[in-house]
């Protein structure tokens, strides 16, 4: 990795993709809001992907496949002989490829943007796959024509990228999974419900990771069909820099996260600061906070399956609600906010609601919340979770609904 002296047109960061693969510097750069091009290049070709703020914004590349002519074709839209006319009657009428595509009525002005947007993404993607060859970051570099803006966060790009080509996980030669390891989500909650696209069962994974769960623990309550499928979820989740698994250290966990919450990245001091432009003790500079329901609007959509979607589609709109302690046991360790789209409550340290009596299973209950509000699921607990003096094995629940768990007695409150 070498660098530059700071200053308008030059290179920055620079290093080789073996020892850096794309994904992790995009994701340095979006760490210090950095606006420019990243020139990738491999035996296969030259891609430059474009960033302002840190954020993609569109991508171009020397690879034939990738001319937005042969995209078409390739995608069906034209035919080759029809490309081939309308390349030679833009060059006779002095027009524009684009321009002809429209004007002849062959597709329009919003599926030609679409078609742009995809494209930039199918650029991008190539080169987040790429192991071999260099890369350098040239500050302050823009398109020099007008283009077709992108809009996509870095990670849904890193995390599509992973799931269209697979071959990035970077555990699967592993055979051996330790189910000691720690999980840890390494972004903001606002962030992960504002801005990031994921599958059903990706949410419902990343929604059971609260800082105490071992790998072990998410993969026996992972509503996944499998623990492999889990484990690849996992996978990607890291691969995004949505998460990290790693050893269970509780002093050097703490001091991990504060570090990439705070972005100093204390693991790395010396690219930290030069990506960022500041020391480690530097605070980072205030990132524009997201509007509401972000990843309704993101341009991921046009690369996603069908079934991915945001949080808010996914648990609906946060419905504020909290336990409050009706019996003495309870009073002394409540009240609990419901943070979280879904808690667990048990006796086992590792849960988001931690009940410590014998009456309590270790696993107990399940609290959650979808479109329809929120409901309490018993897991199979030894002493049963109780509404309103009714044993429930799943029940929607209601503000003022009295509920039961071995000695302790809660009432469930939500804010209207």
Known sequence: MTSAPPGPGSFCLAGQ?????VGDVLTFLNMGLKTGALEVESKAGNVDIFLRDGEVIHAISTLRRFR????????????????????????????????????????????????????????????????????????????????????????????????????????????????????????????????????????????????????GDLLDLSPAESELTTWKILQRLQMARLILIHERDPLETEKTMIAIRTGETAAMPALAELVTGRTAHQPERERPAPEEAEAERSDVRLFTSGDATSSQRIFGRRLPARLLGVSDPARAIGPFLLSNPVMTVGRANSNDLVLPDLSISKQHAQISQDSRGWRVADLNSTNGTWVNGERSPQRKLKSGDELRMGIYTFRFEQDE
């Open 17 to 21: 993709l073996a020892d850096f693969p």
């Open 68 to 215: 937005l002519q042969d995209f078409l074709v390739a995608r069906g839209i034209l035919t080759e002989t029809l490309a081939a006319r309308l390349i030679a009657r833009s060059r006779a009428e002095n027009t524009t490829f684009l321009e002809l595509l429209v004007s002849t009525g062959i597709v329009s002005e919003e599926e030609v943007c679409n078609f742009q947007k995809i494209l930039c993404g199918e650029i991008a993607f190539e080169a987040l796959r790429w192991r071999d060859g260099k890369f350098r970051f040239i500050r302050d570099r823009l398109p020099s024509e007008t283009f077709v803006e992108l809009r996509i966060g870095i990670q849904n790009l890193i995390l599509e990228g992973v799931r269209r080509h697979d071959e990035a996980m970077r555990f699967e030669q592993e055979v051996h999974i330790d189910r000691d390891m720690a999980v840890t989500l390494v972004c903001a909650t606002g962030m992960l419900e504002q801005q990031v696209v994921l599958t059903p069962a990706e949410w419902g994974v990343i929604s059971l990771i609260n800082g105490k769960r071992t790998l």
